[in-house]
């Protein structure tokens, strides 16, 4: 099971961090990864994290703004969204991959959170 949170309406320039808590999973080695989806447009990824988080890729489009980290004692990972920006704006699902620990991508994901919904807008 994977639960977002954080999501809401941040001006542009703004700040928001999202966590994905997850929980159920009996195989260790998994990575997790951040897509967001904008009304009229596909799914992307945004940012995944390996088992170990020492291995972590970005979108081009979110690179230096976004930080993805993942706490390994509870489990959860978070994505902080720094300098937010109108094309920001999309719902957030946070998805985990099983059969991979090393963030190879961002296909694959078996199991995927609900989503969170960010909003940029003045």
């Known amino acids: 099971q994977l639960v977002e949170s954080g999501g809401g309406l941040v001006q542009p320039g703004g700040s928001l961090r999202l966590s994905c808590q997850v929980s159920?999973?009996?195989?260790?080695?998994?990575?997790i990864a951040w897509f967001r989806q904008a009304p009229g447009k596909k799914r992307e990824g945004v940012s995944c994290?390996?088992?170990?988080?020492?291995?972590?890729s970005y979108a081009d489009s979110v690179k230096g703004r976004f930080t993805i980290s993942r706490d390994k004692s509870n489990g959860a990972v978070s994505l902080q969204m720094n300098s937010l920006k109108p094309e920001d704006t999309a719902v957030y699902f946070c998805?985990?991959?099983?059969?991979?620990?090393?963030?190879?991508?961002?296909?694959?994901?078996?199991?995927w959170g609900q989503g969170t919904q960010v909003t940029v807008s003045s």
């Open positions: 994290i390996s088992e170990s988080g020492g291995y972590t």
């Open positions: 159920g999973f009996t195989v260790r080695y998994w990575s």
């Open positions: 998805a985990a991959n099983v059969d991979d620990y090393s963030c190879s991508g961002f296909t694959g994901y078996q199991y």
